[in-house]
């Protein structure tokens, strides 16, 4: 923790990766698979926007660790809550929180997490992750859902009998359903809701779950509205269609705000509101899958606040930005009917809810939701600029009021990360030919030009 | 962290549960479903092998956080590690370790959390849980058993079209096989695979995957040679007749050394051997789940060392007491054959793998897993005279040379685990009718007389 402030630029000093990230990433090799290693990174060297490699090489950040780094590298205020009395016990005296809390478990949730709390929802359960909170969620939709049914009736020994053999009517076959292009995570439950690219999901079984068209917007979209209007409508009915006729009930519709690892797919305030109408109607329940979109980044700490829905989500699950994970929840059925039914050993890291309290301190105090929405529209105009200069390299460009949740589509955006990477970027794609941005909370109008000369330079050196 | 050493003895103050846990509890439940929780808890007035709940109440701990805490509450090893730099980067920091990698990562893993590697394993994944664990090393097995049938040949388009689907060839129908009263987890995956309790599994969707029979042994063990052979060889011909004859193949086999949260329920080195045997004769994985079980608990760091195994175990799970999670894993084709299958934003979580190394610092360093051995030793024989006094009270003694890991049967053990915090032993139990211990590994002779005072003081009391 040596740096203590940004520094002004950008700064390369070897090849990308540099001989040190290659010399370390072979050695990682024999014991883990390093495949998939970018970069080994000094974080010690790193502040706020800007992450320096091995090699020396200093990088502005708008990727951030798959956009979860919050309020950036080496945040004081974050550092203050690692040194805490507080986060040593919880590192050292890891409680079975369901059964033995510890003294502090109290305020760290009712006077920390649940600030963040969306609007309308007043209990959370915590988890390590999103896949994990996804999972969480699921369960809870599904014992909602019997409960529903069974309509005050006690377990029956039958399905208690059949339960224990992975049959029917214990443990039925109830769906939930998801979007083409979505993705929500990879652990068995979670994965059967992703449909965003095959390498995740090849080979592994998977329960016959059905999924619906996302809308697939077409921009700019004041140029298209009716179009668009006609698609959501489309996707919709589609919606209805499924619950009508799967060959299983659909007890839950899990769905991203924008859809983020599937393309930065966005969709209008109408189509949700219509989405929750219809999981109203059917009595099911609607789970915001705000794991990447949560905490701030779109410019409303929560993504789908920009819905204005007439009533609460009923299940918001989130990780990612908050360090932490978990689901908030609005409906008090939604808990389960017995205790026990949904617990495990650690529900959770206090540690890490710790981390993620110092998160909302830093938001809260320095107002980064409102930054983030200024700064925001700055960049959108500024990328609309470039994107009018540059219509070969830069399409469909999205996330107009939305924060820096901004993205757009190019020819070969395996080419242009590597190009910008060799400028000092550090930025990440998503879906088959979209860049997206994912810059921290404390991305400033400052940070803004040197992400635009990169690209200006890199689309002109690739033209 | 005020508390410097143990105190002598356990000492209440209170009615149990106290009043300060009462209301505490009745806070909690406004944000967290707070049914379960037993006491609330002043960890930092705790230590060793003693905790001490907000009532000011003291307990000997031999229940552990559902046998979690590896080397006592505040140890000092834990929190200087809690205290130093590297942790704290680990915190404000956290990357997406896959492909950004702090420079600590390396020694991390390969000159720390490899030191605790099953004899034969080479490579680790790490996750966050057991669960995680558990359902990585699933997707790890599936990956494997398609790599083999497909012989290295590419994915065919139809089988990437069909897993977007959920459906065959590309999501295929594979089975994991368990065991009767096992315990695996509770996310999708590893949920399909636990079989203990109908709270677990009533209402949540499940692969239908097969379950044997695990051997129910009779004790003293001695006195039934015969029978038991014939139970396991009984429950061997099971798993056989089950991967000949299941509606898909089975990839893969999970079993945990003892069968915990089922009862406490052991097989001998034999049974595990021919069924490591039926799953190299079928080019499946065997899964052993540590979770539990790891960490020296058993007398062994790996309670799966007791089997003597001709080749390593495939693939071994841990968490609890390591304070993290993951899977050692022994053979390279384990590893998936593309980049990215197996993957996530964080990969577990580096704060929690150097907590985990100093945990094994503090395993190695004070041979806890020998002193282990040898104070369960003492332990059994303690509880094998008083078993001889109590026929009634205690049945079925278990865990003859297997550390501390130690159980017997009772005719009420919620009973007797009320009445045993009244005296001021914390103690859990398992299945329907087992308490089963769980001290630390810093569980001493010197504790062994005031547990023993309390089981008798209880068995008198109650009959």
Redesign the interface.
Known sequence: ?SSVSEPAAPSIRTAIPGPDTHR?KE??D????A??????????Q?FGNY?TD?DGNTYLDVYA??A??PVG???TT??K???S?D???A??????V??????Q??AL??DGL?RAAPPGC?????A?????AN?LA??AA??A???QQRAGSP?TEY??AT?????AP??????ILSFRNSFH?????SL?TT?SK????????????P?ATFPQLRYPLEDYVQENAREEERCLQEVENIISSWHCPVAGIIVEPIQSEGGDNHASPDFFQKLQAITKKHGITLIVDEVQTGFGATGKFWAHEHWELPSPADIVTF??KA?TAGYFFSDGSL??D?????????MG?A??II?CNAVIDEILSKKLVEKTAQVGAVLYDSLATLAAKYPNRMQSLRGKDKGTYIAFDTPDSSSLLKKMRELGINIGSCGVQTIRLRPMLIFEESHVAPLLAAFETAFSQLS
Do not use: C
């Open positions: 923790m370390i050695d990682l024999a014991v883990i698979d495949r998939t290693v970018q970069m080994v990174i000094n974080y010690d790193s992450i091995v660790q798959i979860s780094i590298y080496n945040n974050l550092i809550a690692a040194q009395s986060i040593v016990s590192l050292v005296n890891r409680p079975a369901g059964n033995f809390p510890s003294r478990w109290l949730l009712r649940m007043t209990q959370v359960f915590p390590q992750s999103g896949s994990e999972d699921f369960k599904f014992m859902y019997r409960r377990w399905e208690q339960a224990m053999k992975n049959q214990g443990s039925p076959d109830l769906a995570g990879r652990s068995f439950g059967s449909r095959p390498i995740h999901k090849v080979d592994i079984p998977a329960f016959k779950w999924h990780s990612k360090q808990r389960p017995k205790a026990y039914r949904q617990f495990n050993t650690w890291d540690a890490r981390i």
